[in-house]
């Protein structure tokens, strides 16, 4: 038979996709108590079938909302000077500020509480923790914004910490900080698929322009 | 066997690595100014400082505390801690008490840092400590009284 | 017309020749409280003049201290009042432990709970307090709690200093062969006219020989110099460089340490356990199944070498449990029993006055509401904890309690020894609140110990089996009806409140008989209150339910005063009068409360226009008065409510009547305490129950008031010189009511149930 390329690529799209799912299967959490199964991430390949490159761009985007959008990236991306807590956003307790540097206020850092790793305190519920608990800054405030608000933040240098798409893109891929969402400790509900999946949905969304919803 | 600094001696401990620092301090070293209140670094009473800044030591894994020097309330010493004291005696802040050493420990490293430190300071860096008995309008009183007698 | 009451009482009178023996023995004198049965123990040096001072030949003072200090400043309030008849040196005070005796029972405390009301002068009052006192002479406990320290123990205590003053006068007038009357005490010293003076570390050894005086003159109060006093407390160093030692800081020789888990549901056990996994871990000596004891719930405990090792060794247990009856216990079920009783019965009356339902008939505004308080945990900072050693026949309790005699008696049975052979050690208390009256830890810690093989072992519950197998505040629910003349007068006002009996759950668990009289405890803070209602009807419906209740904070007067203070407010509102002024009314023939609201009126600038809050949002005040063990409380809330609707008070002003200040800081800060403690639980605390099961676990779902939200505190003190009343739960009361009223004002929205939310 004879294949075409397109037809060759629309096939190694389709088992690449079909690893990407069947790895994010595999290294989702299901949260803690949680009867439902974890959320995942739809895989590059269902999104291949959009001609139009400006949609495929948005609807990448869109995908990669789930991530940006659930509590465990906004409670840390607030848009005044306390974080948020708990799948429910609720305003931290107790009292929490950004300090001057987003680390902390004088005597209460975030790492006062906050170690380096995750601390299971008890079978339902542990402590979350990264070596570089904190919250973004202020620029980088996404909680009650929309989602193409924020998409046009990530895009400006001014307000991304200056990165190029290749230093954002390699951020939302590898950044252990942004990692910890997968792997929250018991208590929460982890973010959607998986840091890979993800990482993968930005540079796809990238390569396709970076358009915003 | 790990190697803990606590309050400017060497100690060597026996405890599994990821035991918590609280529960060292308070079992194998017998050092029980440092309280359990929550085991979750929710109400405070288990502060120390490391290197000065206050940690949470019921979630902190002894293999987390590396070199950096542990104080505790045994050891929390110095002219500003003698005026951080004699506030609060002369304020009577104290009522139980089970608290006022994390609340101490948290005080005087925001009296170290801020000298003078505003209403809005204060909120920030002991609203980590809860109290039961009230006494939180006379630690309010007695960091402001601290803040003024301070030593040069 | 004969009374429920009175006829309960009549008919165990009634009974013949015990009827008679009753008769015999009430009309004796009580008994002296100055001497214990057994002598005091001694250190070296040191002699005991009576049951409640020690003096040592380095001339320090013991205050012989048979209450538990839970940072209610009772250590220091009694030495005072001690000292001061004493005549002794402050600075030479110390508090020593008091041993188990009969003299330290509490007195006062118990005869509290009688449900009479305070403004009863009748006979049957007086008999049924004397009867009860002399009881607990005999048959009574030691407790520290019903803020009754000082009420009971004020003339006991000066009569004790009184007397060992007298003695060491005595001894150097013997020495100086000189007249006794021409020697006086003076600060830790006893003079002679001649200018010859001894300490009474000099004398002590000499005076404990002298015969005890017959009569002891008290001190003119207009004499006292350190009664009123604002004295500073005697701990504080202590609690302040680590060294107090609380109850879970006891520290033996050899110790080992004990985790539990116990069923999650309330009153299950344990069916079966794995402890395989568990066993591997390192430090584990031991693993055992304790059953329900004296209202602890069934569990499974591991014992280790350190504290961590039993807690890591814990959550590897595997546990089935056997719920029991509890399981299918909800929240929104209880809540429905509890109106159900009100619909079918408005239960005991205790209280009556007129005819209400005629005044309600006849009214021309009628009001009613019906109000709800939820279980709340006590929350002490300090988690449950003892530590037990049982070893050659005998044993030892290291505890943080307030009630030491019965801890000893509950250890001796577990371990199945005499209470003579149990030693009860008390250490300070990391916040009592009501909790640990309670001995469930303490049956709990002896059973665990026993099995230790003579090692002494400290029991310490994680704060999620703390809050999840507490001795709850009953949820209630409670209706009023009011109404009101044409010119906004009240006419009658009825209270009908429904909810578990906390006393005969209490003396069930503890003494395994069921409790007989009416609860006090369930309609206190309703029934009991100064307002003159012109007819009334106060009652309450006892509901059984297997969730465990015990004594928290002001008890009855903390949910009761929010309901009773909350609808007086709405009867204001209708009638369109200032609630100051409608309470006002109420008081006319009450002196005392008059002061005391005029008082915070005038304080807190009632009636004069507030500035916003700095956000601009409006302020606006609220009252409430309230009379609870002996004080009268009334306090003023400033409230302003954020545009996320979150609550904020930004001030209360206090005014207490609380007889004669012993110590004026003690007593501020027991306002402050209870005003903090009260306005905690009315913003956040609700304990949900869900298949028998709470809910509430730590402080992340069970939140407590904290630093930056706490109002800035005014307490005025009314000075005066009747005896000293209790301070300890008195602040707390008021608060929740002063806040809802002020939310009513400032938004319109009248809530009826704790915790407040607004909509």
Wanted: glycine share 10%; proline share 6%.
């Amino acid at each position: 038979m004879n294949m075409t390329n397109r037809h060759m690529n629309r096939a190694r799209l389709l088992i690449a996709g079909g690893w990407l799912m069947a790895s994010g299967c595999l290294q989702a959490q299901p949260a803690a108590g949680a009867s439902a199964p974890a959320p995942t991430l739809r895989p590059l390949s269902q999104f291949s079938n959009i001609a139009d490159d400006k949609q495929r761009s948005v609807a990448l985007f869109v995908e990669a909302g789930k991530v940006i959008q659930h509590p465990r990236c906004l409670n840390c991306h607030p848009s005044g000077d306390r974080p948020l807590q708990g799948d429910g956003m609720q305003l931290h307790q107790p009292l929490v500020l950004r300090g001057k540097d987003g680390f902390g206020a004088t005597a209460m850092r975030c790492a006062s509480c906050h170690g380096a790793r995750n601390f299971d305190a008890t079978r339902a519920f542990s402590v979350p923790g990264d070596k570089h608990w904190h919250l973004a800054p202020i620029e980088m405030a996404w909680h009650g914004r929309t989602l193409g608000q924020i998409c046009s933040q990530l895009k400006d240098r001014s307000r991304n910490g200056d990165r190029t798409m290749a230093q954002l893109i390699e951020h939302m891929a590898h950044d252990g900080l942004v990692g910890w969402a997968w792997a929250p400790g018991a208590g929460r509900e982890p973010a959607p698929g998986t840091q890979k999946a993800f990482g993968e949905l930005i540079e796809a969304w990238a390569a396709s322009g970076a358009h915003c919803p | 066997m790990t190697t803990l600094t606590i309050n400017r001696k060497p100690v060597e401990v026996q405890a599994e690595p990821d035991t918590p620092l609280l529960w060292v301090l308070r079992g194998e070293l017998q050092l029980t100014g440092t309280k359990f209140g929550c085991g979750m670094a929710l109400c405070g009473a288990c502060t120390v400082h490391l290197d000065g800044e206050p940690a949470r030591s019921c979630v902190t894994p002894i293999a987390a505390v590396g070199p950096r020097e542990v104080t505790t309330i045994e050891g929390l010493s110095g002219p500003q801690v003698a005026v951080l004291k004699a506030a609060w005696i002369d304020v009577d802040v104290v009522q139980c008490g089970y608290c006022q050493s994390g609340q101490l420990m948290a005080a005087a490293a925001l009296l170290r840092q801020i000298p003078k430190p505003t209403d809005a300071d204060i909120d920030a860096a002991m609203a980590g400590n809860i109290c039961r008995c009230g006494t939180y309008p006379r630690i309010r009183a007695a960091i402001h009284q601290a803040a003024g007698m301070q030593p040069a | 017309m004969v009374t429920r009451r009175a006829a309960l009482l009549g008919s165990a009178g009634a009974a013949g020749a015990l009827g008679a023996l009753m008769v015999g023995w009430t009309a004796l004198p009580a008994k002296p409280r100055l001497v214990t049965s057994d002598p005091l123990p001694v250190g070296p040096g040191q002699s005991a003049l009576n049951g409640w001072v020690k003096i040592g030949a380095d001339n320090t003072v013991g205050i012989v201290m048979c209450k538990a200090e839970m940072g209610q400043g009772i250590y220091t309030g009694l030495a005072m009042v001690l000292a001061e008849e004493l005549d002794a040196d402050w600075a030479q005070v110390r508090v020593e432990q008091a041993p188990i005796d009969k003299i330290y029972q509490n007195i006062v405390g118990i005869v509290d709970g009688l449900p009479f009301h305070p403004d009863d002068h009748g006979t049957l009052k007086a008999i049924a307090e004397r009867v009860t006192g002399k009881a607990m002479r005999e048959f009574g406990l030691m407790l520290t709690g019903t803020s009754s320290s000082m009420r009971d123990l004020w003339l006991p205590m000066r009569q004790a200093g009184a007397s060992a003053r007298a003695m060491l006068v005595a001894a150097a007038a013997q020495q100086w062969k000189v007249p006794a009357a021409e020697c006086r005490a003076e600060a830790g010293r006893v003079l002679h006219a001649s200018g010859r003076s001894a300490s009474f570390g000099e004398l002590a050894a000499a005076a404990a020989s002298q015969p005890l005086p017959e009569h002891v003159a008290l001190k003119n109060p207009k004499t006292f110099k350190l009664i009123g006093q604002p004295r500073k407390r005697l701990e504080a160093a202590s609690k302040m460089d680590g060294s107090a030692r609380f109850g879970i800081d006891v520290l033996q020789p050899g110790m080992q340490y004990a985790s539990v888990e116990m069923c999650p549901t309330l009153g299950g056990r344990v069916a079966s356990f794995d402890a395989a996994d568990a066993q591997k871990l390192p430090g584990v000596k031991k693993v055992l199944a304790v059953p329900p004891l004296y209202g602890s719930t069934g569990g499974v405990a591991v014992i280790a070498d350190t504290p961590y090792r039993a807690m890591r060794a814990v959550k590897a247990l595997r546990v089935e449990w056997d719920h029991g009856a509890a399981a299918n216990l909800s929240t929104d079920g209880i809540y429905q029993q509890l109106a159900q009783a009100l619909d079918t019965d408005d239960g005991f009356h205790f209280y009556k006055h007129g005819d209400v339902d005629a005044a309600l008939k006849g009214a021309a505004k009628t009001l009613k509401a019906e109000y709800r308080a939820p279980y709340v945990a006590h929350t002490t900072m300090e988690p449950m904890n003892c530590t037990v050693q049982f070893k050659d026949g005998r044993a030892t309790v290291w505890a943080a309690t307030q009630v030491p005699d019965m801890a000893r008696r509950i250890a001796a049975k577990v371990l199945g020894l005499a209470s003579e052979q149990v030693d009860v050690q008390m250490q300070l208390l990391g916040g009592g609140f009501g909790r640990r009256c309670e001995v469930d830890v303490i049956a709990q810690a002896a059973a665990i110990a026993r099995e230790a093989g003579g090692v002494p072992v400290q029991l310490i519950w994680s704060r999620e089996q703390d809050t999840t197998h507490d001795f709850y505040r009953p949820a209630s629910v409670a209706r009023f009806q009011a109404g009101l003349d044409a010119s906004g007068q009240l006419l009658g006002w009825v209270n009908a409140s429904a909810g578990q009996a906390v006393l005969p759950q209490v003396i069930e668990r503890m003494v395994g008989l069921p409790g007989a009289m009416p609860d006090k405890t369930t309609s206190e803070g309703a029934f009991d209150q100064p307002y003159e209602w012109p007819a009334a009807r106060i009652g309450h419906e006892v509901v059984e339910l297997p969730v465990p209740v015990g004594f928290w904070r002001s008890v009855g007067h903390s949910h009761n005063a929010f309901f009773k203070e909350s609808f007086l407010d709405e009867v204001a509102h209708a009638a369109g009068r200032d609630p100051v002024a409608l309470r006002a009314a109420l008081l006319g023939k009450h002196p005392r409360h008059l002061k005391v609201l005029q008082r915070v009126a005038e304080l807190s600038g009632w009636g004069k226009p507030l500035p916003a809050a700095a956000d601009g949002t409006p302020r606006a005040r609220g009252v409430a008065l309230h009379q609870s063990f002996g004080s009268i409380v009334a306090q003023v809330a400033e409230v302003s409510v954020s545009t996320d609707k979150r609550i904020r008070v930004h001030r209360v002003t206090c005014v207490i009547d609380c007889g004669l200040a012993i110590n004026p800081n003690l007593v501020r800060q027991q306002m402050e305490s209870g005003i903090v403690y009260g306005l905690s639980a009315a913003l956040n605390d609700e304990v949900r129950i869900e298949k028998g099961q709470v809910q509430q676990s730590n402080f992340h779902n069970n939140p407590v008031l904290r630093f930056d939200e706490c109002p800035v505190i005014e307490t005025d003190i009314i000075a005066s010189e009747e005896s000293p009343e209790g301070v300890g739960e008195p602040g707390t009361p008021p608060v929740a009511p002063a806040v809802a009223n002020a939310l009513f004002t400032l938004t319109g929205q009248r809530l009826r149930s704790l915790p407040l939310r607004l909509a």
